[in-house]
C-alpha cells in the first residue's frame, strides 16, 4: 500500500499528476503536501470525514482553489490542447414547481439561443445524443424539478460529457440516491469509463460499491492518510482510526 508517494515515470497516457499540494485559508490549514497520481481509465474514489478538504481537493483541480504546489495533466494525443474537464456538483437544487425542463437545461448550457424560444430540431438532437449516453433520452421533456436523485445525477452526468472530457470529477455523486440508483448509477460510469477510455476522480461517503468499481481509494483528513486498492484501504488501521470511535461510526 502506498502512502501519498509516485514514483517512477506514468505508464499510461492522460493522467493527472498533484504534487505537494498544500491549500491553506487564512490560518487553517485544508491540505498539506498532496500527492496524488491517476491514469487514463482510472475510477480514483476519494474519502475522508466532513472537513478533510475532499471539495477543496477538487476545487483546486478545477482552478477554483488557490494552492501551493503543482497540478499537471499529460493528454493523449492532444499536446499543446487544453485539456477538458467534465463536472459534476454536488447536489444541486431545482425547484420542483420550476418548468424548465432537461431540455431547457441543455439549451441554456449548449447554446447562446433562450431557452423560452424553444428548441431547435438540431438542438433537440443534440441533446437527445448526449441523454443516450446515460440512456435517459426519455427524459428530455421532463421538468429538472421533479427528477428522482438518480435521474438528476445521470443528466447531471450527461450534461458533464458534452463535449466528451479527459477527466470527469464528481463530487458526492451518490448523495440523495437510493441503493438501487447507486448500483445502476456506478455501472453507469462503469461503461462509461470503459468506452471513452475517461479519468474519473469521485468523492463519495458511500463505501459499499467502492471494491467492485473503484480502481484506487484514497482516504483523505486534510492529508492523504492512506491509499491503495479499495479492500486494502477500508480494512486499514488507518481507516478505522479516521471513521471510528470506540467501535462507532462518527
Request: charged share 20%; proline share 5%.
Amino acid at each position: 500500500m502506498n502512502f501519498g508517494n509516485h514514483g517512477g515515470s506514468c505508464g499510461h497516457s492522460c493522467c493527472l499528476r498533484i504534487q505537494g499540494m498544500s491549500v491553506k485559508i487564512g490560518n487553517q490549514q485544508i491540505l498539506k503536501d498532496i500527492n496524488l497520481h491517476m491514469h487514463c481509465g482510472e475510477l480514483i474514489a476519494l474519502i475522508g470525514p466532513n472537513g478533510a478538504g475532499k471539495s477543496t481537493l477538487l476545487k483546486s483541480i478545477l482552478g477554483q482553489q488557490e494552492y501551493e504546489g503543482s497540478i499537471s495533466f499529460a493528454v493523449p494525443g492532444q499536446r499543446n490542447r487544453k485539456l477538458k474537464i467534465g463536472y459534476v456538483p454536488q447536489s444541486p437544487a431545482f425547484d420542483p414547481g420550476d418548468p424548465v425542463t432537461v431540455a431547457d437545461l441543455f439549451a441554456c448550457c449548449m447554446s447562446k439561443r433562450p431557452a423560452f424560444m424553444g428548441l431547435s430540431n438540431k438542438m433537440r438532437e443534440q441533446v437527445l445524443e448526449c441523454l443516450s449516453r446515460v440512456h435517459e433520452e426519455a427524459l428530455i421533456d421532463k421538468r429538472v424539478g421533479v427528477l428522482s436523485g438518480g435521474e438528476l445525477q445521470r443528466v447531471l452526468l450527461a450534461l458533464a460529457l458534452e463535449p466528451m472530457p479527459n477527466i470527469l470529477i464528481l463530487d458526492e455523486p451518490l448523495s440523495g440516491v437510493d441503493v438501487e440508483g447507486m448500483e445502476s448509477l456506478m455501472d453507469m460510469l462503469d461503461e462509461i469509463r470503459r468506452t471513452y477510455d475517461l479519468s474519473i476522480l469521485m468523492t463519495t461517503h458511500d463505501f459499499a460499491m467502492l471494491p467492485e468499481y473503484a480502481d484506487n481509494v484514497v482516504l483523505i483528513n486534510h492529508e492523504i492518510v492512506c491509499e491503495g486498492k479499495p479492500l486494502e484501504v477500508l480494512s486499514s488501521p488507518q481507516f478505522r482510526e479516521v471513521f471510528h470511535r470506540k467501535g462507532g461510526v462518527r
